[in-house]
């Protein structure tokens, strides 16, 4: 029963996000002057409907997110989450005034009105998160795919772009633009780090964790770089050992980690390409 329950909630969220998307487009305004249209109003409307759009977007992507993990969906969530679709649906009306004049006041409450939708989505957050998970390392993880590991997609942001839209609001709409576009890349790669944490075993889990974020995206990259050679080089055995070697010891230089725990970490980083680091390992 609860998991049609969550089932029907996801498909109404969804209906719902992109009825909204559709009325921010249908209220786009066109000013014609002598039958000709007002382009530089036109390009405005469009840069300020991009804002809504990419701040919407990303509230879908966090939201399909969470509710992945969620396997039940309570009633307090039920509460939060149409709570949530409320204050999203007031994007369309508050879009809408920054595109008719673009003012400090209007910049000011549609941040604020940013600010209000993140905190009741944290709230939603937390207590889906909490109600799965009781190990702090896997909390951290996914909080991290969901928000990002700094502050550009939290309410503090949100609050100091509203201070800021007092006296510079064509900065802030800028910067309304920029941070669920940032935000959006940022957390898609770290879905699929967390996608590929859950292939580990517990005890790998538990020591890949003990990696800061920044260490981890670190790995990542050393990770992918020695791929990439090793693709280049299929044909090239004294290569591929030497570029093994190189991965190798940089990676145990940087983490302090055994050859076991090295091999282990990549099997579970790219299944498709592991065969690469277990020739040359061999």
């Known amino acids: 029963m609860q998991s049609k329950l969550k089932e029907r909630l996801d498909m109404f969220s969804d209906a719902i996000i992109a009825i909204l998307i559709t009325i921010m487009v249908l209220e786009l305004p066109i000013t014609l002057h002598s039958g000709v249209v ?10 300020i409907y991009a804002v809504s759009f990419c701040f919407i977007a990303n509230l879908w992507y966090q939201h399909a997110v969470i509710f ?12 939060l989450d149409l709570v949530f679709l409320f204050s999203m649906s007031l994007i369309p009306t508050f879009t809408r005034m920054m595109t008719l004049e673009t003012t400090n006041i209007n910049v000011m409450l549609y941040a604020g009105l940013c600010f209000i939708i993140s905190s009741v989505f944290r709230r939603i957050s937390k ?3 909490h109600a799965k998970y ?5 909390m951290r993880q996914l909080y991290n795919v969901i928000y990002g590991s700094g502050y550009l997609d939290s309410g503090i942001m949100y609050v100091v ?10 900065v802030v709409l800028v910067l309304l633009i920029i941070i669920p576009v ?6 898609a790669r770290d879905n699929a780090e967390l996608n590929e944490l859950e292939k580990m075993d517990d005890s790998d889990k538990r020591e890949f964790l003990t990696l800061s974020i920044k260490e981890q995206r670190r790995f990542r990259q050393l990770l992918q770089h020695y791929f990439s050679q090793a693709r280049r080089m299929h044909d090239d055995q004294a290569g591929q050992q030497q570029a093994w070697a190189a991965f ?6 940087e983490f302090h980690v055994s050859d076991q725990t090295l091999g282990k970490w990549m099997h579970s980083s790219n299944r498709d390409n592991v065969r690469w680091g277990k020739r040359d390992h061999d």
């Open 38 to 47: 007002d382009y530089p109003q036109l390009f405005k409307s469009i840069g």
């Open 161 to 170: 772009l509203a201070f800021l839209g007092y006296f510079f609001p064509k």
């Open 182 to 187: 940032r935000s959006f890349i940022s957390h």
């Open 68 to 79: 992945n993990e969620a396997e039940t969906v309570p009633n307090a969530i039920i509460v």
């Open 248 to 253: 190798a010891k940089m990676a145990k230089d």
């Open 134 to 138: 009781t190990d702090q390392a896997d």
């Open 127 to 129: 207590t889906v998160i």
